[in-house]
Nanobody
Framework: QVQLVESGGGLVQAGDSLRLSCAAS????????MGWFRQAPGKERKFVAG????????YYADSVKDRFTISRDNAKNTVYLQMNSLNPEDTAVYLC????????????????????WGQGTQVTVSS
């Protein structure tokens, strides 16, 4: 069983930065490909960023490319999302998720390829 707990959200102003953390419990974290999603009020959940188990491969949504950075510390069983130059359109609940086993180094953007999810952390960006 895998449990994911996000933290680090909050209320910030446009242009500020935040770092989200996703702490994982369960076996073999270092073998998990991980992703971050976000869901704004009344909107669908959308892929934000993903990171392969080795940390050697990343993939970002166009809307966050060059502003957000995903990383991991396998010794701490934690995945991070560094968010810079935040704007009000980034306001959402941010969730981390684990990719289903068997996909290799693929970083999927569709929710159906993720099997464990955290509860999310709220990020609010004021203008």
């Amino acid at each position: 069983q895998v449990q994911l707990v996000e933290s680090g959200g909050g209320l910030v102003q446009a242009g500020d930065s935040l770092r989200l953390s996703c702490a994982a419990s369960g076996p073999n974290f270092s073998s998990y490909t991980m992703g971050w999603f976000r869901q704004a009020p009344g909107k669908e959940r959308k892929f934000v960023a993903g990171l392969s188990w080795s940390g050697g491969r990343t993939y970002y949504a166009d809307s966050v490319k060059d502003r957000f950075t995903i990383s991991r510390d396998n010794a701490k069983n934690t995945v991070y999302l560094q968010m810079n130059s935040l704007n009000p359109e980034d306001t959402a609940v941010y969730l981390c998720a684990k990719v289903r086993e068997g996909l290799g180094v693929t970083i999927p953007v569709a929710e159906r390829f993720y099997d464990y999810w955290g509860q999310g952390t709220q990020v609010t960006v004021s203008s």
